[in-house]
């Protein structure tokens, strides 16, 4: 029902920022809650940030990347952004998108229906 395509990924040094893109296929993007999930190598999955569905305007961070991470969305464009500042090498993951129709808790990568494959994040020390 909906595919997701992350971009936007890339090498910056440390203290650098990149903006990632989400696109979203179908016409019910407004009624997903969107999430960003990263994973490291030899890591698990960790939650990022997540905002609500239109409307609502609710964002939430993990505590690693809050005054750092700034998400956001773009409905007419069925689009999701993850804005990066003050990159740090522990930033280093690969970056994926994910929606949620049904769930409550934006931190649970159980909370999310679909994923996007995922885009690299590579920051140098």
């Known amino acids: 029902q909906v595919q997701l395509v992350e971009s936007g990924g890339g090498l910056v040094q440390a203290g650098g920022s990149l903006r990632l893109s989400c696109a979203a296929s179908?016409?019910?993007?407004?009624?997903?809650?969107m999430g960003w999930f990263r994973q490291a190598p030899g890591k698990e999955r960790e939650f990022v940030a997540a905002i609500s569905r239109s409307g609502l305007g609710s964002t939430y961070y993990a505590d690693s990347v809050k005054g750092r991470f700034t998400i956001s969305r773009d409905n007419a464009k069925n689009a999701v952004y993850l804005q990066m500042n003050s990159l740090k090498p522990e930033d280093t993951a690969v970056y994926y998108c994910a929606a949620s129709y049904t769930g409550r808790a934006y931190f649970a990568d159980s909370t999310y229906d679909y994923w996007g494959q995922g885009t690299q994040v590579t920051v140098s020390s």
């Open positions: 179908g016409r019910t993007f407004s009624s997903y809650a």
